[in-house]
């Protein structure tokens, strides 16, 4: 079975803190992204990245960055925590984004900024 | 990606089988069929996926018709956790995610 954690379930942050969302897979998946999710709004990619050191930018960037230094390990950063960034914070894992490729979630991770 | 429409709710008794339909006449040929559904809080599981035959999984089956337009979610003897919200997205593989309302099943019991 595929394994996605995330490092917490529940965060709570002061605005003006960095922020930081760890994601681990263990089935050696090139591809990994991290998704916001909001009522009303969805789902919405923030950032992915289809390789070791390598990122892309998603839908709304603004206001994070992110990290793979290892292929099993991608971090969401937020280099100054807003109200308007809570969310729940979703990372999820695929094989190699081709074909028929199945994007496999963590538990998901409830953040908010006081 | 194509677009779907599903129904916002439904209800099913627990034991029985559940049917969630789902619309995609725009979907092109290339494009799979995925489900996921989400438990309150939780982050959404990925139940089935397919391209044109109907398929089985330990979850669920998938029925997807003859012209690709429109496909089944069947689960085939519903219990309580069971109740979530129904996710049906026709993607190209690799692809962002996108997520639409859904539909809401609740089992009861």
């Known amino acids: 079975d595929v394994k996605v954690t995330q490092s917490s379930r529940y965060l709570v942050k002061r605005t003006g803190e960095k922020v930081f969302l760890e994601c681990v897979q263990d089935m050696d998946h090139e591809n990994m992204f991290w998704y916001r999710q909001d009522p009303g709004l969805g789902l919405r990619l923030i950032y992915f990245?289809?390789?070791?050191?390598?990122?892309e930018k998603g839908d709304i960037p603004e206001g994070y960055s992110v990290s793979r230094e290892k292929k099993e390990r991608f971090s969401l950063i937020l280099e100054s925590a807003s109200t308007n960034q809570t969310s729940m914070y979703l990372c999820a894992s695929s094989l190699n984004g081709q074909g028929t490729d199945t994007q496999y979630f963590g538990p998901g991770t409830r953040l908010t900024v006081l | 990606d194509a677009k779907t429409t599903q129904p916002p709710s439904m209800d099913c008794a627990e034991g029985r089988a559940a049917n969630l339909p789902c619309n995609h006449s725009?979907?092109?040929?290339?494009?799979?069929v995925y489900w996921y559904r989400q438990i309150h809080s939780q982050g959404p599981q990925y139940i089935i996926h397919g391209l044109k035959n109907n398929e089985t999984n330990e979850m669920a089956s998938l029925i997807i018709t003859e012209d690709r337009k429109s496909s089944t979610l069947i689960l085939p003897h519903a219990t309580l956790r069971d109740t979530a919200v129904y996710y049906c997205?026709?993607?190209?593989?690799?692809?962002?995610?996108?997520f639409g309302a859904g539909t809401i099943l609740r089992v009861k019991s």
């Open positions: 725009t979907i092109s040929g290339n494009e799979y």
């Open positions: 997205i026709v993607i190209v593989g690799g692809n962002k995610l996108v």
């Open positions: 990245s289809y390789d070791v050191k390598m990122k």
